[in-house]
């Protein structure tokens, strides 16, 4: 890992809300009943994102991240056409893990924040550990077929 990866690194990354982004775009068109505003599920994967852009600068040729923990709370609606803003800092490194403060905002209201931690991987071998897990999914499903 890059030693200049340390406490202080601060990102911010902004994005439209739109119908791809909505409660009523993640549910099944039988729940009828959710509001058409910002998913959670998204505004999960919108402060990863942040994290991921705040790291690239300071990664190896090589390395990447994977998420390994996400500790959220989602306070208010944004609804479509809104703008949303991601603010992320890195507040602790202990060795691979990485520990960032999220923030997310609509105009000028908070609508999430907590914490996000990654780890810095090597993907060659990441990988390899993918590919072996893929091979017992596979066997696994040949066996429930044969049943």
């Given at each position: 890992?890059?030693?200049?990866?340390?406490?202080?690194?601060?990102?911010?990354?902004?994005?439209?809300?739109?119908?791809?982004?909505?409660?009523?775009?993640?549910?099944?068109?039988?729940f009828t009943?959710?509001?058409?505003?910002?998913?959670?599920?998204?505004?999960?994967?919108?402060?990863?994102?942040?994290?991921?852009?705040?790291?690239?600068?300071?990664?190896?040729?090589?390395?990447?991240?994977?998420?390994?923990?996400?500790?959220l709370s989602?306070v208010a609606?944004?609804?479509?056409?809104?703008?949303?803003?991601?603010?992320?800092?890195?507040?602790?490194?202990?060795?691979?893990?990485?520990?960032?403060?999220?923030?997310?905002?609509?105009?000028?209201?908070?609508?999430?924040?907590?914490?996000?931690?990654?780890?810095?991987?090597?993907?060659?071998?990441?990988?390899?550990?993918?590919?072996?897990?893929?091979?017992?999914?596979?066997?696994?499903?040949?066996?429930?077929?044969?049943?």
């Amino acid at each position: 890992m890059d030693n200049s990866i340390n406490p202080g690194i601060a990102h911010t990354l902004s994005l439209h809300v739109n119908d791809r982004v909505l409660v009523t775009a993640f549910a099944p068109s039988d729940f009828t009943d959710l509001q058409p505003v910002f998913t959670t599920a998204f505004l999960v994967g919108f402060m990863e994102w942040a994290c991921i852009e705040a790291l690239k600068p300071y990664l190896l040729d090589g390395q990447n991240t994977v998420g390994t923990h996400v500790y959220l709370s989602h306070v208010a609606p944004t609804p479509m056409g809104m703008k949303v803003s991601a603010q992320v800092e890195l507040v602790e490194v202990k060795g691979r893990s990485l520990r960032f403060r999220v923030d997310c905002y609509d105009g000028g209201d908070l609508i999430g924040s907590g914490f996000h931690e990654r780890m810095v991987i090597d993907p060659v071998g990441f990988m390899a550990d993918v590919c072996q897990k893929a091979k017992y999914a596979d066997r696994g499903k040949r066996l429930l077929s044969a049943a």
